[in-house]
C-alpha cells in the first residue's frame, strides 16, 4: 500500500498514479528526488542495482565466450560441463577486474619470495602490490572531477554532457602551458592547473551564458560545443604552427616540461600522484558550495524549483552562467591530472570517454560530492581492472561500459529494481519523477 | 486533478522568463537577418574574391551519363565579386524589409535566406576551383550530400515523431548504432540484405521499447535516459563486436553485402536531378516514402492529430478519450524503426561490415537537426541536409587539395546549430509536454 504525502486525500488510485501532487509543476532537481528516496531505501535500490548489473554483465560475458557456448552446444550431452564453463567465464573476468583494480594475490607472493627484504622495497615488489590501488585512484581522479563537473549542475537542474568540450578546453590550455613555458617546480603546476580550471570554466561558462541570455537548451549547445572542440583540437594539433610538436608529423604536442608534473605521492613505481588530492578536494568544495554557502543554496533552490526562486528574488540566469562556469572549469581541472598526472602530451584522442563516463558516474553518485567520489572510485576501479581482466580473460574492456550503463539504468528506475525482488514500494514514484522539462524550458 | 504538466504550461499565465521576444531582440533582434546576409556578402566579395584567381569549371555531368550537361566555365574572382554584390543587395532588400518600407511574405524571405546561401556555396566553390585543372563535379557532391544525410535525416525524423507525441529522444544514436550493428550480423549470417534491413529497423525499435518503457511507465528524466541508453548501446556493440566479431566469426558474422543503387528508369534520366535524387539505394527511396508518410500522416490524417494532441496537451487529450500513454508507446517504438533503418544504411547501404562506434554521433546530428528543422519533418530534413552538404564538401575540397582547413570546416556546422538554436528559441517552441510524462488520474 502506498503512503500518500500530506496535505492530499488517502490515495485511491492505484500505486503507479500515486504521485505527490502537492506540487504541481514539480521541477525539483535529480538531487533533491535523489534525496527523498534515500529517506526511503535508496541504498537497498543501488546495491541492488549494482548485483543485477553484475549478474547481467557475468551472463553476457558468459555466454559471448567462444568457449562457453561450445560447451553449451552440447549441453545435453555434458551439461555440468556447459554450466561449469559458463561460470567459469563469468567469474574469471570479474576476479581478473579485482586483480587488477583492488589486490593481485601473486604481487604478494612475489614480494615474500624476495631474498631480502629492503631489496624488494627497492626493485617496487611492494609498490607491485598498492598498484592496483594506485591504478584505481588514477583512473578514479579525472572520473571524480568530471562526475562532480556534471552532479553539480544537476543540482541547479541543468545537465552538463558538455564535460568532453570542456576537458578539451582545458586539457589545451594545461598542455599549452606546461610545454610552452618554464617556471619553477611548484609554481609551474599551480599555474597549470590554474590555466585548465580557466579553459574549461570557459566552456562552460559559455553554454551557461547562452542559455540564461537566450533560453537554448543547454543540453543541446553542450553536444554541439563537443564536437566544436573535438575538431578545434584536431585543428590545433595539426599544423606545426599551433600545437603540434615540431618535427614530427604525429598530432601530438611536445612533452610538458617536468615541473609542470603533478608530484607522484608514493614513489615512482606508482602512478598515482597529486591529482587524486585535487579531486577530493574539489569534492569537498563542492560539497561545502553546496551546502554551506548562499550561492549553494541558490543553486539547489533553482535545481528544485526556477519560478519560485525566480519569485523569491533569485537571479536565475546569473546562476545557471554560475554553475555551468564552476562545472566547466572541474571538467578542465579533470584534464589537467590527466594531462599533468599520466599523459604528458596532448594528442586528439586525450579526451577519451570521460565525457560519458562522467554522466553515469554522477548519476550512481545521485547527484552528491561523496556519492560522486564513491561512484568514481568504483568505476575507476573498473576502468583500473579492464585492460588486465582483457589480457587474462580475453573479455573485451567494452564490458566495462556495459556494466555502468546498466547499473545507471537501473539506479534511475527503483520501481524496476523493486518489481524484480519483489520489494515493498514504500512510495511509489519517488525517484522516478522527472525533472519534468521540454527543450525549451 | 491536474498532472504536472497542465498547470505548468497554461502558456497564459507563465511568466515569460528570459526568452520570448525580448530574447531575440536582445541576440542581435530584428536586425541580425540583414546583417548576416551583408556579412556573407562581404566574404565573398573579401575573402573568396580577394584570393580567387584563374577560371573555375563545374561540371554536372557524372560518369557514364546518357544525357551530358556542357560544363560551365566561370571567371573565378568575377563571379565571387558578383554573388558578394547579389548578397549585400539582399541584405539590403532584408533591411527594407525589416523597416517597413517595403513587405515581403514568409516564403519570400525564405527564398532569400536559401538565395544567399547559395551564393556564397557557389562563392566558395568556385574560389576552391578557380585556376585548377579538374572541373568540379556538382552532381557528384550533391548525390553524396544525399546518400551520405540519409542516416541524419531518418534520425531527425524518428525525433521528430517521438517529440510530437511528447517524449524526448535523445538515444536515437543508439538506435542508429544497434541498428548498423544487427543489419550487418543478420545479413551476414543469413546472406539475405532485405532480412538485414527488417532486422536494423527491429534493433532501432528495440531501443525504443527501452526508451518507451523506462520514459513512459518509470517516468526516468528522459534527457538522462536517453544519453544511458546511447552508452548502453556503444558498450554493447563495442563488447559484441570484439567479443564475437574480430576472431573466428568475423566472416560468418560481419561480412555483409550491401545493397546496389537502383535507378529509377526515366526519372534517373533527367540531367542534374536524376543522378541526384532518382539513383540511389533502396534506402534513399524509404527515406522519401518516411518523409512523405510523416508529413502527411502528421499533418493530415486522425492519428497525426492525436499524436500531436498527445505531446501538447496530454490532459486535454485524455479528456477527449485518447489514450495518451498508448500513443506514447506506440509513435516511439515505430519511430524507431525509422531510426534502425537509418542505422542499417551503415553498414548494408555502404560500407559493409560494422565498426565500433560507427555512428560517430549522427544521431546526436540528427537531434540537432530537428530543432534546427523546427520539429516539422521537412525542416528535419532540410537541417540534416546541411549538416551532410558541410561534411561531403570537406571530403571534396580535401580531396582536390584546396587550401582550407578541413578541421575547421568540420566545425562550421555546429558553430551554425549553437548559433541558430540559440536565435530560434522563443520563435520555435517544440510541443509543450515534451519530456514531461503523463500521469493519468
Known amino acids: 500500500m502506498t503512503t500518500p504525502p500530506p496535505a492530499t486525500e488517502p ?100 614480494l615474500f619470495q624476495q631474498a631480502s627484504f629492503s631489496a624488494a622495497i627497492h626493485d617496487g615488489f611492494l609498490s607491485a602490490v598498492f598498484n592496483p590501488l594506485s591504478e584505481t585512484a588514477v583512473q578514479a581522479t579525472p572520473l571524480i572531477l568530471t562526475g562532480l563537473a556534471v552532479a553539480l549542475p544537476y543540482r541547479a537542474g541543468l545537465f552538463n554532457i558538455g564535460g568532453q568540450s570542456q576537458f578539451i578546453g582545458g586539457a589545451i590550455v594545461a598542455a599549452w602551458l606546461g610545454y610552452a613555458y618554464n617556471m619553477p617546480f611548484f609554481v609551474h603546476v599551480v599555474v597549470c592547473c590554474v590555466g585548465a580550471f580557466v579553459g574549461g570554466a570557459a566552456l562552460g561558462g559559455l553554454a551557461g551564458e547562452i542559455k540564461a541570455r537566450t533560453g537554448a537548451h543547454e ?104 554553475v555551468m562556469t564552476i562545472s566547466g572549469g572541474l571538467a578542465g581541472l579533470a584534464a589537467a591530472t590527466v594531462i599533468l598526472g599520466t599523459d604528458f602530451t596532448l594528442n586528439p584522442q586525450s579526451y577519451g570517454t570521460y565525457g560519458i563516463d562522467a554522466i553515469t558516474v554522477a548519476l550512481l553518485g545521485l547527484g552528491r560530492p561523496g556519492g560522486v567520489v564513491a561512484a568514481g572510485l568504483l568505476f575507476g576501479a573498473l576502468h583500473a581492472g579492464s585492460p588486465g581482466m582483457q589480457v587474462a580473460t580475453g573479455t573485451p574492456v567494452q564490458i566495462v561500459q556495459v556494466i555502468q550503463a546498466l547499473i545507471v539504468l537501473f539506479v534511475a528506475a527503483p520501481p524496476l529494481i523493486r518489481a524484480m525482488y519483489r520489494l515493498r514500494a514504500a512510495r511509489v514514484g519517488g525517484l522516478s519523477t522527472t525533472m519534468s522539462k521540454g527543450w525549451n524550458a | 486533478m491536474t498532472t504536472p504538466a497542465s498547470a505548468e504550461r497554461l502558456p497564459v499565465l507563465l511568466s515569460p522568463g528570459p526568452r520570448g521576444d525580448t530574447a531575440a531582440a536582445r541576440f542581435g533582434g530584428r536586425f541580425a537577418a540583414p546583417i548576416t546576409y551583408a556579412l556573407f556578402g562581404l566574404v565573398n566579395i573579401l575573402v573568396f574574391g580577394a584570393h580567387a584567381h584563374g577560371d573555375a569549371t563545374l561540371s554536372f555531368t557524372p560518369e557514364f551519363a546518357k544525357v551530358s550537361v556542357p560544363n560551365l ?12 554584390v547579389i548578397s549585400i543587395a539582399l541584405g539590403v532588400t532584408r533591411l527594407l524589409d525589416v523597416l517597413g518600407v517595403i513587405h515581403l511574405g514568409r516564403v519570400w524571405r525564405r527564398v532569400l535566406v536559401g538565395a544567399v546561401l547559395f551564393l556564397f556555396i557557389l562563392a566558395l566553390l568556385v574560389w576552391a576551383d578557380g585556376g585548377q585543372a579538374i572541373a568540379f563535379n556538382i552532381v557528384n557532391l550533391l548525390s553524396g550530400t544525399l546518400s551520405d544525410s540519409i542516416p541524419i535525416m531518418l534520425g531527425a525524423l524518428t525525433g521528430v515523431i517521438c517529440s510530437t507525441s511528447g517524449v524526448i529522444n535523445i538515444a536515437i544514436e543508439g538506435q542508429l548504432l544497434l541498428g548498423a550493428f544487427c543489419a550487418a550480423i543478420a545479413t551476414s549470417a543469413t546472406g539475405s540484405l532485405w532480412l ?127 489514450r495518451v500513454l498508448a500513443y506514447r508507446y506506440r509513435n516511439v517504438i515505430l519511430a524507431g524503426l525509422i531510426a534502425g533503418i537509418g542505422g542499417a544504411y551503415f553498414t548494408i547501404g555502404s560500407v559493409g561490415s560494422f565498426g565500433p562506434d560507427m555512428t560517430s554521433g549522427e544521431g546526436y546530428i ?37 587550401p582550407i582547413q578541413s578541421n575547421l570546416l568540420l566545425l562550421a556546422p555546429y558553430v551554425v546549430t549553437i548559433i541558430v538554436v540559440a536565435g530560434l528559441v522563443g520563435k520555435v517552441r517544440g510541443p509543450r509536454a515534451e519530456g514531461v510524462p503523463f500521469i493519468k488520474s
Open chain 2, 73 to 84: 566555365t566561370l571567371a573565378a574572382a568575377a563571379t565571387c565579386y558578383v554573388c558578394g
Open chain 1, 11 to 110: 490515495a485511491a488510485t492505484p500505486p503507479p498514479a500515486a504521485e505527490p501532487d502537492e506540487q504541481p509543476g514539480d521541477r525539483r532537481s535529480f538531487g533533491d528526488i535523489l534525496r527523498l528516496a534515500i529517506q526511503e531505501n535508496t541504498v537497498t535500490i543501488t546495491v541492488l542495482a549494482l548485483v543485477t548489473a553484475t549478474i547481467i554483465g557475468g551472463l553476457l560475458t558468459a555466454f559471448t565466450n567462444t568457449t562457453v557456448l561450445t560447451a553449451w552446444g552440447n549441453f545435453f550431452s555434458a551439461p555440468g560441463n556447459a554450466i561449469g564453463q559458463a561460470w567459469d567465464a563469468a567469474f574469471g573476468t570479474y576476479w581478473a577486474l579485482f586483480e587488477g583494480s583492488v589486490f593481485n594475490p601473486h604481487t604478494v607472493a612475489a
Open chain 2, 366 to 402: 540528427a537531434l540537432a537537426a530537428m530543432i534546427f528543422g523546427r520539429y516539422t519533418p521537412f525542416g528535419a530534413i532540410g537541417a540534416a541536409l546541411l549538416f551532410g552538404f558541410t561534411t561531403q564538401l570537406q571530403s571534396v575540397l580535401s580531396s582536390i587539395n584546396v
Open chain 1, 219 to 322: 543540453v543541446i549547445v553542450t553536444i554541439m560545443l563537443n564536437y566544436v572542440m573535438l575538431y578545434f583540437l584536431a585543428y590545433l594539433l595539426s599544423s606545426h604552427s599551433l600545437m603540434e610538436a615540431p618535427g614530427g608529423s604525429n598530432a601530438i604536442t611536445l612533452p610538458i616540461t617536468s615541473n609542470a608534473h603533478l608530484p607522484l605521492l608514493a614513489g615512482t613505481h606508482l602512478r598515482i600522484n597529486a591529482g587524486f588530492l585535487i579531486a577530493l578536494a574539489a569534492a569537498l568544495a563542492v560539497w561545502w558550495l553546496l551546502n554551506r554557502t548562499t550561492t549553494g543554496f541558490e543553486f539547489r533552490s533553482i535545481g528544485a524549483n526556477v519560478r519560485a526562486s525566480r519569485v523569491a528574488g533569485m537571479n536565475v540566469e546569473r546562476n545557471w552562467t554560475l
Open chain 2, 196 to 322: 538485414g534491413l527488417i532486422c536494423g529497423a527491429l534493433a532501432g525499435s528495440l531501443v525504443g521499447i527501452l526508451l518507451a518503457l523506462f520514459a513512459i511507465a518509470y517516468r526516468v528524466d528522459q534527457v538522462v535516459l536517453g544519453v544511458v541508453l546511447n552508452t548502453l548501446v556503444l558498450g554493447l556493440t563495442g563488447y559484441l563486436y570484439n567479443a564475437l566479431l574480430t576472431g573466428t566469426y568475423s566472416n560468418t558474422l560481419n561480412n555483409p553485402n550491401t545493397f546496389n543503387p537502383f535507378k529509377i528508369p526515366l526519372l534517373g534520366d533527367i540531367p542534374i536531378i536524376g543522378p541526384v535524387f532518382f539513383d540511389g539505394t533502396v534506402f534513399l527511396y524509404i527515406t522519401y516514402i518516411v518523409l512523405a508518410g510523416t508529413q502527411f500522416g502528421l499533418t493530415r490524417t486522425r492519428w497525426g492529430l492525436r499524436t500531436r494532441a498527445v505531446g501538447e496537451h496530454p490532459v486535454a487529450a485524455d479528456t477527449v478519450g485518447i
